[in-house]
T-cell receptor, first 112, second 114 residues
Framework: KQEVTQIPAALSVPEGENLVLNCSFTDSAIYNLQWFRQDPGKGLTSLLLIQSSQREQTSGRLNASLDKSSGRSTLYIAASQPGDSATYLCAVFETSGSRLTFGEGTQLTVNP | GAGVSQSPRYKVAKRGQDVALRCDPISGHVSLFWYQQALGQGPEFLTYFQNEAQLDKSGLPSDRFFAERPEGSVSTLKIQRTQQEDSAVYLC????????????FGPGTRLTVT
């Protein structure tokens, strides 16, 4: 059974820092990996999707990498801002199933 | 354009009541997914539709949970005889292609069973 783990569970940084969120998964047979942002009481906003054949994707200050063989992904946030404060979730779509399997998330706080 | 919408946004039910949660996917999206998110946890898969066909319902926790998408657009998740452990946020997502396309999520319905 696929298991997705995110480290750290919570992170607090001062504004302007660059930071890295980590995601690992146990079964490398995946179609893609997706990073989401969730604000309190809200749904999920898709940030980046990396296909299994890709190594990374970039959007603005966000860069996500994927190493499928080792079962790892990282989300890099450059020059963090207070508006980046949210919970960040990673999820994988397995080739054997019809679902996203999520980690438990990293709760990020960026202090002004 | 309009995103995924869900209604109601909040629902309080007494234990034993039946509830129905609605999802309006993005127009034209063929795939629709339901997830359950407990407090402080990541979402967990419930069921998947491709058009009107329910192709995977392996995540439904009990036979009290039932989902339908009769015309391949709007979907309803029904929970019969609600229990306290059913309290969670129920998220709906849709995608433009079969299976492994990017999923777009609605705001969720927060269900509280008292």
């Amino acid at each position: 059974k696929q298991e997705v783990t995110q480290i750290p569970a919570a992170l607090s940084v001062p504004e302007g820092e660059n930071l890295v969120l980590n995601c690992s998964f146990t079964d490398s047979a995946i179609y893609n990996l997706q990073w989401f942002r969730q604000d309190p009481g809200k749904g999920l906003t898709s940030l980046l999707l990396i296909q299994s054949s890709q190594r990374e994707q970039t959007s603005g200050r966000l860069n996500a990498s994927l190493d499928k063989s080792s079962g790892r992904s990282t989300l890099y946030i450059a020059a963090s801002q207070p508006g980046d404060s949210a919970t960040y979730l990673c999820a994988v779509f397995e080739t054997s199933g019809s679902r996203l399997t999520f980690g438990e998330g990293t709760q990020l706080t960026v202090n002004p | 354009g309009a995103g995924v919408s869900q209604s109601p946004r909040y629902k309080v039910a007494k234990r034993g009541q039946d509830v129905a949660l609605r999802c309006d996917p993005i127009s034209g999206h063929v795939s629709l997914f339901w997830y359950q998110q407990a407090l402080g946890q990541g979402p967990e898969f419930l069921t998947y539709f491709q058009n009107e066909a329910q192709l995977d319902k392996s995540g439904l926790p009990s036979d009290r949970f039932f989902a339908e998408r009769p015309e391949g657009s709007v979907s309803t998740l029904k929970i019969q005889r609600t229990q306290q452990e059913d309290s969670a946020v129920y998220l709906c997502a849709s995608s433009s292609r079969r299976l492994a396309a990017e999923q777009y999520f609605g705001p969720g319905t927060r269900l509280t069973v008292t």
